[in-house]
Nanobody, 124 residues
Framework: QLQASGGGLVQPGGSLRLSCTAS????????VAWFRQAPGMERSFVGA????????YSADSVKGRFTISRDTAKNTVYLQMNSLRPEDTAVYYCAADPSVISSSVASESAYGYWGPGTQVTVSS
């Protein structure tokens, strides 16, 4: 089971840190990704960390603002979101899988395990 947490209401320009934890398994050698879905929009890729934190991927829309990191001791992957904008408002999902290849990290279909999502609202 994956669980994303840390969402909430924040003003434009503010920061939030989302956490993705796994219960019942260690996913330090899994690819873990963040996706988001805004109202009326399709779910889109935000970023991912490949197996063993060997490589980080980010969508162009969040580069320079969002950072993904992994804490293997806590079995947790973080999404640090800075300089938040109203267009970042969405439900954020974490996904994981042990078999993702590097060319597929941005593809939803590559991930077999999903958490229920956490709401992020950026508004003044």
């Amino acid at each position: 089971q994956l669980q994303a947490s840390g969402g909430g209401l924040v003003q434009p320009g503010g920061s939030l840190r989302l956490s993705c934890t796994a219960s019942g398994r260690t996913f330090s050698n899994w690819a873990v990704a963040w996706f988001r879905q805004a109202p009326g929009m399709e779910r889109s890729f935000v970023g991912a960390v490949h197996r063993g934190s060997s490589r980080i991927y980010s969508a162009d829309s969040v580069k320079g603002r969002f950072t993904i990191s992994r804490d293997t001791a806590k079995n947790t992957v973080y999404l640090q979101m800075n300089s938040l904008r109203p267009e970042d408002t969405a439900v954020y999902y974490c996904a994981a899988d042990p078999s993702v290849i590097s060319s597929s990290v941005a593809s939803e279909s590559a991930y077999g395990y999903w958490g229920p999502g956490t709401q992020v609202t950026v508004s003044s």
